[in-house]
């Protein structure tokens, strides 16, 4: 059979909660050649906040929200590859080169990087390349003590990029390699991001994967894990959230893994602010035109925190009432 255009390049990049693979995917995109790359994003929850932080670089966007690609919604990934597959066909992306898969913070890669493999109709016009793992390098010997699902992003990587390594010391990188190769001994190791080489083909791997269906252990996420989303519908104060932020991660940073917002700050314009545990990132703008309604947006994943006490302190410290997104909340039990 004669193939009649190349094959799309397509990489599953993947990583626990708050490792960086937002911030690496954005620093990739500003290199490339405008409608080349098109990025599908996963959310755990079904508030997406990532297409908001990453559209105004103008690349194509497809979100996949409401649950893990890896388990509940593995089939929307075949349908939407698919459908990209299909506009490309028409003419709708001339200039496509490279899918980019970026996963939430629980889902395993394996099985991700299984379903496009072992379509015939994808596997056709798609050539995996390199799985990239981000991995957090103050939070990440944690993470892999304590949540199977670092492990398992790990143990699918081609390449681990170890992201914040320059707040971490020699000592510590040292011991944070030993571990990555302790579940990943084959994987190429790289300190921070190198965007002109994040997705380069790997001799010992890429372009020859195999899939032994077999031997993929049954995925299962950490028990009593959940998201959910606020929304408020009027500007913030940025004096009383960060007052209310700064209580909240003082008596339960332990308990919330990750939490992203886009915020509509007095005098400020949007403001996207996020964080994992205890540590908060500093804050970015958002391009004026790229969002111009004053709702603030705020989705977290927690473990084992009454996601009430989060929602009723907010609107003790702003006066603001937070309004919940339909069916925001999601929650997978033990062995899910």
Known sequence: MVRLVPRLALNVVTGFLGSGKTTLLKRYLQTQPLGSTLVIINEFGRESIDDRITLHLKSEIETIADGCLCCTVLSELQRTLLHILARR?????????????????????????????????????????????????????????????????????????????????????????????????????????????????????????????????????????????????????????????????????????????????????????????????????????DDDDSVSRLVFITHGIDDEKIMRSLERITGSAPSPAPQAGRRLPAGQ
């Open 89 to 289: 066909e028409r003419g709708e992306l001339p200039g496509l080169q490279r899918i980019i898969v970026e996963t939430s913070g629980l889902a395993d890669p394996a099985p991700i990087l299984g379903t496009v493999l072992s379509d015939e109709n994808l596997a056709e016009y798609i050539q995996v390349g390199p799985c990239v793992t981000t991995f957090d390098a103050l939070e990440g010997l944690h993470t892999l003590e304590r949540y199977p699902e670092a492990v398992a992003q790990v143990a699918a990587a081609d390449r681990v990029i170890v992201t914040k390594s320059d707040l971490s010391d020699s000592v510590a990188l040292e011991a944070l390699s030993a571990a990555i190769r302790k579940v990943n001994p084959a994987c190429d190791v790289t300190l921070n991001d190198v965007p002109a080489i994040i997705f380069e083909a790997l001799a010992r791997r890429s372009g020859d994967r195999r899939v032994h269906p077999e031997r993929q252990p049954a995925h299962a996420h950490t028990g009593a894990i959940s998201s959910f989303s606020l929304a408020l519908d009027r500007s913030v104060d940025w004096a009383s959230f960060s007052v209310w932020l700064t209580a909240l991660l003082n008596r339960h940073g332990d308990r919330i893994l990750r939490f992203k917002s886009v915020l509509d700050v007095h005098g400020q314009g949007k403001l996207v602010v996020q964080g994992v545990r205890h540590r908060v990132y500093p804050p970015s703008h958002l391009p004026a035109a």
